[in-house]
């Protein structure tokens, strides 16, 4: 499944790269990628377990940039 959300108070690209890569790690997800300039996040991961990932997704990028936000 791919999908994409708006994130929210992004405040630079290097955020946004190693945010990229963080996600990148967490098992099950297939592609990500984490745009500083349009501040989108697309996230393609197995169906299954979409909803379990995207918590993951949600706390990894917490402990990236603690003030961005995603919009699910």
Request: glycine share 2%.
């Amino acid at each position: 499944m791919k999908k994409v959300f708006k994130l929210e108070d992004l405040d630079c690209a290097n955020c946004a790269a190693k945010m990229e890569r963080a996600i990148a790690k967490i098992d099950g997800v297939t592609s990500v990628t984490v745009s500083f300039m349009t501040q989108r996040l697309t996230v393609e991961a197995d169906d299954v377990r979409f909803d379990d990932i995207m918590k993951e997704i949600v706390k990894t990028c917490k402990k990236v940039e603690p003030d961005c936000q995603i919009v699910l």
